[in-house]
């Protein structure tokens, strides 16, 4: 089934913290919160164009740290929700925050109005790589709030990030582990990008950073999104959802930047079975997949195919075919 999810931003509302790499105004393309009336109009002019057939809708406050609002303000923006919740139009409400923001008393608030899944911003499992990232909270915090979020009834989302300042490979790595260890019911998987008016495009800028590349992080993400899925854990997104004026030029300084990043994962962790699914045919080489994975299987600018045919040594057809399973089924990445 499909999850239909409604953004609500709220960028910086509730956040402590500056952290080095943020801009949610940039991230999100809103400049402000919405009021109470404007989220419930957001909802319903979402949900009346919605197909009902399979659908299962969400309510999703995203961009800044939900829990860390002021109460009134919280309890303000949930009551703008909780209605739809109530008549069954909305199947779950989804907020984000982070570790060191989740209390007894605020995970009561959100369990009285309907909320069902919380994720945290928890980026790293290194507190070196959270120190130099500006986070102001530790990999002990998230493992207290993991399991506090999971104790209360609450689906656990995880969200983490490659690339930060002091980070390598293997500590992303690790820090996937962990994530897995506290069993979450989705993941999402953010590179590392230079935003304008940050604290890390001031350390670009003066060379003390420098970001991941695009091959690197796609090739460092495939790893990832393969050890998650292997346990279970779908991963929902990879890459920001770019808003309009991320997309315009110089929004994003340097960094692995991409409109199509999780489908550039995607068809990198597609290539290795196809170079066993070959056909020879004489002339060329056919390979079938479900007409939903032909893009992935081809890849971006036909990179796939260039490697098929190299390792193949003749041409290659990729065919479209019913019959074929879909390689990463509806819980694959990009589904916001």
Known sequence: MRIYHIPIFVPHKGCPHDCAFCN?????????????????????????????SGRFAEAAFFGGSFTAIPIEEQEALLAAAYPFRVSGELDGIRVSTRPDAITEEGLALLKRYGVTTI??????MDNAVLNASGRGHSAEDSLRAARLVKDFGFDL?????????????????????????MQPACARIYPTLVLRDTELYRRWQEGSYQPQGLEEAVALCA????????????????GLMASEEICMDGAVAAGPCHPAFGELVQSRIFLEPLKRLGTDCGDYIKIRVNPR?????VGNRKRNLAALEEHYGKPVRIWPDKEVPCAFGASSAGRD
């Open 24 to 52: 949610q105004k940039k991230i999100t393309g809103a400049h402000d919160a919405p009021t109470p009336k404007e989220a419930a109009e957001l909802i319903r002019t979402a949900l009346s164009t919605m197909k009902q």
């Open 119 to 124: 994720e945290l911003g928890i980026q790293s």
């Open 157 to 181: 989302g995880v969200q983490m990030m490659t690339g930060l300042p002091e980070d390598t490979a293997e500590k992303d790595r690790v820090t996937a582990e962990k994530l897995i260890a």
């Open 223 to 238: 790893e990832l999104y393969q050890m998650f899925q292997n346990q279970g854990i779908p991963v929902i997104r990879m």
């Open 293 to 297: 994975d032909v893009s992935r299987a």
